[in-house]
């Protein structure tokens, strides 16, 4: 009733902009200080972790807060961890932070330790799969 239509050909189709055809990043998924996870923990972005988690942790990036606490293994290809891990950590870049408590083996391609982090368990170097040769005919 109030609307004005264009007649124009193509008028009012969408159409795909540089902008609009980005994908915009994923907000990180907050696990807040109240709040206790019972079970695994699994997402392809971003999860900042300041409450518990009893089960293990599978993401893409996972951040620890002062506050946070898993028990169970910790799974990411970036992991910065503040709070307490109890139990094994894997990925390829892992930060300890001088706030940081960590029971468990920690593998890795780059691990970093602040001073004043508490770290009891091995650490372990990522095996790469062994390249594969073509034999020659």
């Keep these: 009733m109030f ?7 193509g008028a009012g189709k969408a159409t795909a902009t540089p902008e609009s055809s ?6 990180a998924s907050v696990i807040s200080e109240d709040l206790v996870v019972s079970g695994g923990l699994t997402s392809e972005g971003e999860v900042h972790v ?3 988690v009893h089960g293990d942790v599978r993401v893409a990036r ?4 002062e506050t946070g606490v898993v028990e ?3 799974v990411a290809d970036t992991v910065d961890i ?9 990925g390829k870049v892992v930060r300890l932070f001088a706030a ?5 083996d920690v593998t890795h391609d780059q691990l970093s330790v602040e001073t004043g982090a508490y ?3 091995r650490s372990l170097k990522l095996q790469r799969p062994p390249a594969v040769e073509l034999a020659a005919e």
Aim: charged fraction near 30%; charge should be positive; glycine fraction near 18%.
């Design 119 to 121: 770290f009891e368990g």
């Design 22 to 27: 980005r994908r915009q990043p994923k907000v």
């Design 82 to 90: 503040r709070g307490t891990v109890i139990g094994p950590i894997t």
């Design 62 to 65: 996972l951040t620890l807060g």
């Design 50 to 52: 300041e409450g518990k």
């Design 100 to 104: 940081s408590h960590v029971e468990g």
């Design 3 to 9: 609307s004005k239509q264009d007649s124009r050909p």
């Design 72 to 74: 169970g293994s910790v």
